[in-house]
């Protein structure tokens, strides 16, 4: 039943390349979504389940990452056919299609316990989601398309020799070579260390430049910029969380090899750095989702800052992927709204946006508070327990930077969103999308060929938002369970 993940959206994909109307095809989003999360809801509290001689298995690592990935894809499925209705002017073969497949192939990672399959499912991932980038047919987005795969290509071809020297360093251990995760766990302790260390440094720059971690991250602003809103929201949400699961497991390896301090080293480097690119790209920033591509930065950046304090902080990384993931939804989804409204993701022409789309400006705005980290919301809990961690560790410097950038962070963001979001509307006229081309000449939802806020598109974005305030207010018991496992099972030996 597990490889059903990874088979139903694969099926799915092959009827939406082959179904021929353009207003049915995204209604394969939502059904396949609901089937997905319908069986990932089944298998996941089931506990520890593997198949194919452990190629493949839900563990307490994976488990929250295999629940997470599809209730994200479900919530933003819902989300799509009102977006399509309203693209029509485009057909949506290719984008509905790939979607699909970058669910199968998400679903592949989560699942691999082997470190070639876990490669070859990370890297279609990017195979997948690359045409969706380029949906507009525009020069911008063709540029971010090629973008996105190349500095793709180089991050993956790295983690494939990081693969190799990590393979290589049980050799030189006397240890015989093997890529299955089990194998890899039991005989880490052999480990040649000067090999290992290559071996992380490459796998976190490989990895890392998936995840859009800085000076990797130059992709990352083009591709979200010229997306459609729901990719973005997958992106940000999905594939990054994806290639952070895809870090624990070498950061699983190093521990028990007792490299602890060599990795979180790098890894608090890693973080805030990622954290500092951020802030002072997000000062001034005109364009609204190339803001969004630099608040992923930022919170690439805090996962794994938090896993090299370890700890508590450890946990607040955990559950910060979770409170990420739903918060970008609400940000992209709301941003492609505002895109259709006004032709424009610059703060230059988007003004006024709580007074032409109450809704979607609002849940922007209250999105915005969420993200950076405010009272009630879920990303507040994990940044704070981010936060508890460095100083309960010791790691008060660290800790003080941490607290600076998330300060910089939010009057960076502020300043954009703030400023698009009050002050007099433009006036209406027909909205033109990125390549010149009127945005919403087919919209059904409003009569004058204007973008308004509408049910289909505003309901998903209200329940993302809804799930971040429960978030914010009470952590389910079920996932406290996840997160302790998931730490426990980081922190397990092999004679455990």
Known sequence: MMLLLVLLPIGAAVVAFTVTSN??????LPATGSAHFALAAWLVPQGEQWMLNRWLGIDPLSRMFVAFISLLFLLLSLYAPGYFRARMNRNNRVLCGCLLLALAMMSLVTLAHHLG????????????TAPCVYFNRNPRSLEA?????????????????GSFFLAYSMLEAGS?????FDDLVEHSH????????????????GYGTKMGLAPMHTWKPDAYGEAPGIVGALLAGGLTSCAFLCLLRFYHIAHIAHDDEYTHRLLIFMGLLSMGTAAVFMSRQKDIKRLLAYSSVEHMGMLVFGMG??????GGSLLHVVHNGLGKAVLFLAAGN????????????????LQRLPWSGWLMLIGFFAITGSPL?????????????????????AGVMFLVLLLLVFFGMGNTLVRCSFGPAPDTGNATDSSGQRANADSANNSNGQFADNFAMVAPIVLCMLLLVWLGVQTPQFLQQWVHDALEFLQRTPDA
């Open 377 to 397: 919301f879920g990303p507040f809990v994990s940044e704070y327990q981010i936060l508890s961690g460095a100083f309960a560790t010791g790691h008060t410097t």
């Open 145 to 161: 398309t090629w973008k996105y795969l190349v500095i793709g290509s180089v991050g993956i071809a790295l983690a494939l020799l």
């Open 338 to 353: 505002i895109h259709r409204a006004y032709g424009s993701k610059s703060t230059d022409q988007v003004q006024g946006v």
């Open 176 to 180: 015989e070579s093997t890529l299955l």
């Open 309 to 314: 304090l370890g700890g508590l902080a450890a």
């Open 117 to 128: 399959l876990m490669w070859i499912a990370m890297e279609a991932t990017t195979l997948a």
């Open 23 to 28: 207003r049915l095809r995204p209604w394969l």
């Open 190 to 205: 052999t480990l040649s260390l000067p090999w290992l260390h290559a071996a992380f440094v490459l796998l976190l720059v």
